[in-house]
């Protein structure tokens, strides 16, 4: 009988989810489990990996049963994680040693301005691994671990010991430890990995004083990673899909060609842009990283990645501090009350400028008040001002790449406010794609997973899927946006200067 589903399980920060696709790639269910959240001290951030295992078993249990589906109705799982958490855990007995420790957790700042005093060696890792270093990323949260919990070094030392990232922690759940494995997009956010060579890389494992022992095997994202053995859920199915969420996402988005790329407008947003097999160095602190790639693709192909830090939170200000909105959705109807936005410009600046300048002790600024300024225009100011944001990211990366992106494809939370979607759209001058389904990133898995076991084709055939999108098209006059850019401009050079 024909396998009826592909299987995503999105292990996301904040919960566990997993998703049964269809052959259309229409969602047919959905089950979902919060994470607890554990902060043993201010920016420490774990979660407990029985905590990381329930809660994805849990809903993947509960997504069967709630939907009826029968193993043998599965065709494939595929796994999406949130990318850079770090977990260790013994070979042998399977159990961890410390808490995983969050990509958010930044406990490990100081080991890396430690490192980085030599530049050299800063310029090497990003060199070496397409990143800025950074407590983000895995490498120094691994050495924490080993450096801190009692008995790890000399246990990591004797090959007892292993790392993995979320997708490694669940594959080993899934597969009763018999496989320790990652896929080639989530090793590129270790810090460890050379995205170049294709391999672990001795010199960061030195550097950072790891074991290779400890490493998974590494494999391409749409590839055979073993089978389900867990005896608590359904066995034998194929593990074929794994990438990090934002990798996932791209993949999701069918972004398949050089040039393409798409933003997740979430609480930050995420813009990444496929640039082919090449790997593009960037000027203005983007980051390099490996793309999900189908069966079959030769070689890597890479993205450039940018990120803002404050993009529907800013939403979420107008809500829940100046309490001119009761939800997030009515923002949309509030900025359409105003023709414009009565020349109010907001730099959300709350945590630093990100991308493309850098300034770390910048702070969020309201310019243009006047005494005719109301809620409405501050609204307005504020979901353009995520729509700048986006311009700046947008522009650096194109610079970068040395190719024009050839238009955006969105999700995310906020991608459902269509004033933004259309200003957006005006500002870069460029087509925006909002798909039916905006579970993008778990689709991504799905089809990294489903192409490899055949219930997809090829990528023609998942793109085709795509039929159904919202499509907005730039249509703002010329020196309006202009005016606009240069309002932006002037008060982002006050921010700075400020
Ligand atoms: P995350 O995955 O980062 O939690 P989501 O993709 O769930 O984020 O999106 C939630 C964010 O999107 C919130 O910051 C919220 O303020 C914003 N948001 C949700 N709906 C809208 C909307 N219609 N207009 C503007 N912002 C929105």
Redesign the pocket.
């Given at each position: 009988m024909a396998k009826k589903y592909v299987i995503a399980l999105d292990a996301?920060t904040?919960s566990s989810r997993a998703i049964a696709f269809d052959k259309s790639g229409n969602v047919c269910g959905i089950s979902q489990r919060p994470i607890p959240q554990i902060y043993p001290q201010p920016g420490w951030v774990e979660h407990n990996p029985q905590d990381t295992l329930a809660t994805q078993l849990g809903a993947l249990t509960e997504l069967l049963v709630s939907c009826d589906i029968a193993p043998s109705d599965i065709d494939s799982i595929g796994i999406t994680n949130q990318r850079e958490t770090v977990f260790v855990w013994d070979r042998n007995t399977g159990a961890p040693v410390y808490n995983g420790i969050v990509w958010q957790c930044r406990r490990t700042a100081d080991m890396i301005a430690e490192i980085c005093k030599d530049k050299q060696v800063a310029q090497t890792i990003t060199d070496k691994t397409g990143l800025i270093p950074d407590a983000y990323f895995s490498a120094s949260k691994i050495k924490w671990i080993l450096d801190n919990v009692k008995g790890a070094r000399e246990r990591a030392e004797a090959g007892d010991l292993v790392f993995g990232t979320v997708d490694t922690w669940i594959i080993w759940a899934l597969t009763y430890g018999a496989v320790h494995a990652t896929d080639v997009t989530s090793a590129s956010r270790t810090m460890l990995y050379n995205i170049h060579e294709g391999c672990w890389d001795q010199w960061l494992l030195d550097l950072f004083n790891i074991p290779s022992s400890m490493l998974p095997q590494v494999y391409p994202s749409s590839s055979l990673f073993g089978a389900t053995a867990n005896p608590g859920i359904a066995q034998g199915i194929s593990i074929c899909g794994v990438a990090g969420d934002q990798q996932s996402a791209l993949f999701g988005q069918c972004c398949f060609e050089a040039g393409q790329a798409k933003n997740?407008?979430?609480?930050?947003c995420f813009l990444l842009m496929n640039t082919g097999d090449k790997a593009c160095k960037s000027t203005s602190n983007l980051v390099t990283t490996i793309a999900a790639s189908a069966p079959g693709t030769k070689g890597f192909e890479y993205a450039l990645e940018g990120s803002v830090f404050i993009?529907?939170?800013?939403?979420?200000w107008l809500?829940d501090e100046l309490r001119i909105i009761s939800k997030?959705?009515d923002?949309?109807k509030l900025a359409r009350s105003v023709k414009d936005s009565g020349g109010v410009y907001i730099v959300p600046a709350f945590t630093g400028l990100g991308a493309p300048y850098w300034k770390a002790d910048a702070r969020g600024a309201i310019y243009g008040i006047t005494r005719g300024t109301t809620p409405a225009h501050l609204c307005r100011a504020a979901?353009e001002a995520i729509a700048f944001e986006v311009y700046d990211l947008f522009r650096a990366m194109e610079a970068d790449a040395y190719c024009p992106i050839s238009m955006l494809n969105v999700?995310?939370?906020?991608s459902?406010?269509n004033f933004?979607m259309q200003f957006q759209s005006d500002i870069l001058e460029s087509e925006i794609r909002r798909p039916k389904n905006v579970e993008t990133t778990a689709l991504g898995a799905a089809y990294l997973a489903g192409l490899y076991s055949g219930f997809w084709k090829d990528k023609q055939e998942i793109a085709s899927l795509r039929a159904n999108d919202d499509v907005f098209e730039p249509h703002m006059e010329d020196f309006v946006r202009k005016e606009h850019l240069a309002g932006w401009k002037r008060a982002i050079e006050s921010t700075i200067r400020y």
């Amino acid at each position: 009988m024909a396998k009826k589903y592909v299987i995503a399980l999105d292990a996301g920060t904040t919960s566990s989810r997993a998703i049964a696709f269809d052959k259309s790639g229409n969602v047919c269910g959905i089950s979902q489990r919060p994470i607890p959240q554990i902060y043993p001290q201010p920016g420490w951030v774990e979660h407990n990996p029985q905590d990381t295992l329930a809660t994805q078993l849990g809903a993947l249990t509960e997504l069967l049963v709630s939907c009826d589906i029968a193993p043998s109705d599965i065709d494939s799982i595929g796994i999406t994680n949130q990318r850079e958490t770090v977990f260790v855990w013994d070979r042998n007995t399977g159990a961890p040693v410390y808490n995983g420790i969050v990509w958010q957790c930044r406990r490990t700042a100081d080991m890396i301005a430690e490192i980085c005093k030599d530049k050299q060696v800063a310029q090497t890792i990003t060199d070496k691994t397409g990143l800025i270093p950074d407590a983000y990323f895995s490498a120094s949260k691994i050495k924490w671990i080993l450096d801190n919990v009692k008995g790890a070094r000399e246990r990591a030392e004797a090959g007892d010991l292993v790392f993995g990232t979320v997708d490694t922690w669940i594959i080993w759940a899934l597969t009763y430890g018999a496989v320790h494995a990652t896929d080639v997009t989530s090793a590129s956010r270790t810090m460890l990995y050379n995205i170049h060579e294709g391999c672990w890389d001795q010199w960061l494992l030195d550097l950072f004083n790891i074991p290779s022992s400890m490493l998974p095997q590494v494999y391409p994202s749409s590839s055979l990673f073993g089978a389900t053995a867990n005896p608590g859920i359904a066995q034998g199915i194929s593990i074929c899909g794994v990438a990090g969420d934002q990798q996932s996402a791209l993949f999701g988005q069918c972004c398949f060609e050089a040039g393409q790329a798409k933003n997740t407008y979430g609480t930050g947003c995420f813009l990444l842009m496929n640039t082919g097999d090449k790997a593009c160095k960037s000027t203005s602190n983007l980051v390099t990283t490996i793309a999900a790639s189908a069966p079959g693709t030769k070689g890597f192909e890479y993205a450039l990645e940018g990120s803002v830090f404050i993009a529907g939170a800013l939403v979420q200000w107008l809500r829940d501090e100046l309490r001119i909105i009761s939800k997030a959705s009515d923002s949309e109807k509030l900025a359409r009350s105003v023709k414009d936005s009565g020349g109010v410009y907001i730099v959300p600046a709350f945590t630093g400028l990100g991308a493309p300048y850098w300034k770390a002790d910048a702070r969020g600024a309201i310019y243009g008040i006047t005494r005719g300024t109301t809620p409405a225009h501050l609204c307005r100011a504020a979901l353009e001002a995520i729509a700048f944001e986006v311009y700046d990211l947008f522009r650096a990366m194109e610079a970068d790449a040395y190719c024009p992106i050839s238009m955006l494809n969105v999700d995310g939370g906020a991608s459902s406010n269509n004033f933004l979607m259309q200003f957006q759209s005006d500002i870069l001058e460029s087509e925006i794609r909002r798909p039916k389904n905006v579970e993008t990133t778990a689709l991504g898995a799905a089809y990294l997973a489903g192409l490899y076991s055949g219930f997809w084709k090829d990528k023609q055939e998942i793109a085709s899927l795509r039929a159904n999108d919202d499509v907005f098209e730039p249509h703002m006059e010329d020196f309006v946006r202009k005016e606009h850019l240069a309002g932006w401009k002037r008060a982002i050079e006050s921010t700075i200067r400020y």
